[in-house]
């Protein structure tokens, strides 16, 4: 008799899906209620004194990130799009300036661009680690280049130092999105220190959580200065703190709170931990997804650490024999948290395809002569298409409190569909021909 599947009508893996990521723990608890007593929820305060740097908990942050990552500054942020947006905004381009990205990351590490008027300009990304492909920034930079966004995906890095030699030689700023790979290394650098602005994340999702929340880290006391004023009301304070360019300075809310920054404190003492949790689990899957013919695990560069953000694995449709998309819905319906491709490629998005992000008038797209129609077309990325169309399954299948017994029926169950092929399929095209749905 052939194996139960959830598909079918069986009993799923999971019947409430798999269990939420959530390491808060009993001295995260105890960091916010001791802030809570305090009553200092906020240390901020927009004005050129001392408390313009935030309170205790965030300033503690930012030493700690400072010592860890061995860098001058360390700035604490709302969240990561918010650090972005500041780390942009400190390379102070002007209207029309273009940034480089990758187009397959989350929609913020190029929304950030346009923010401060920039035009992201997206690189294709490499095949085996879906990172921005160094090979392509040099057909793309032009005199209006200005800065270069890398993201390290999926808690890989990407080509960091190629990336870094290049910029240098080209006069770019490099801003590293670590969102994702906190504590990966690159040949023996942190992930984040080998830019000029390293940016960090710490929201609901991430492997360092408190809620929201995001630090930019540098070495550059200018790109600092610039990314402090921008966090909180800068053009109230830029002038009495004695800034040469106080003229070019604005600034938002996009302060930490207290409470966020104790949670991170104490998450980050925790993250060799929680990292090792995830890697012990991702390494435990990639031994064992060997045996499941037509899917293969994520690659690790020679001389990097993964720290297994996702678990990004390979499809290969022509030894599974059913479509991607099938195959993820009979994984989804046990349970797992997997989905097919990672996200729409950028390119693709309506502010790309219409080039207007502010305005009626196509700003910040009017303000470049460049002719775009080549920049947002997806067959300039062929390698972005194949991996999100066909190849890619992202399987957030490796944080704690998952346990290696749910690797092993991760993979089991990977075997009973490929066993079960040809019902699979045929049960996908009788729901497909009721329902329109095509595979
Ligand atoms: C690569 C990347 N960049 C930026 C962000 C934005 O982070 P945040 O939610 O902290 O603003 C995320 C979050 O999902 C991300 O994954």
Known sequence: MLPKLAIFGNKPRFPIGQPQYNTIGGAEKLAVSK?????ELSGFVASASENFWGGKNVRALEDRFKARYNCAYALSFNSATSALHAALWAVCLDPGDEVIVPPYTMSASATTALMVGAVPIFADI??????????????????????????????????????????????????????????????????????HVGVFSFNRHKTIQAGEGGVAITKNADLSDRMAFLRNHGEAVAETFGFSSAANTGGLNLRMTEMEAAVALVQLDRLVDLNQQRIDLAEY??????????????????DCKH?????????????????RDMFVEC?????????????????????????IFMGSKGFPFSENSRDYDDCYSPDGFPVCERVQNSELIIGDIVYPPLISADIDHFIEDCCKILDQADKVRSHFMAHARQSHVSY
């Open 307 to 323: 720290v297994y953000y996702v678990y990004a694995m390979k499809f290969d449709v022509n030894v599974v024999g059913i479509p």
């Open 285 to 302: 899957l990639s031994e064992r997804i060997e045996n499941v013919p037509g899917l293969s695990g994520p690659k690790v560069r020679d």
């Open 331 to 355: 994984l989804a319906a046990e349970g797992y948290r997997v989905r097919a491709g990672y996200v729409e490629p950028l390119y693709r998005n309506q502010v790309y395809q219409k080039r």
């Open 35 to 39: 802030v809570l007593a305090d009553g």
């Open 126 to 195: 490499e095949d085996e680690y879906f990172c921005l492909n160094h090979e392509k920034l040099d057909a793309l930079v032009t005199e209006r280049t200005r800065a270069v966004v890398v993201v390290n995906l999926f808690g890989h890095t990407a080509e960091l130092q190629a990336i870094k030699t290049y910029c240098d030689s080209k006069s770019l700023i490099m801003i590293e999105d670590n969102s994702q790979a906190p504590d990966a290394t690159s040949r023996g650098l942190y992930a984040g220190t080998v830019g």
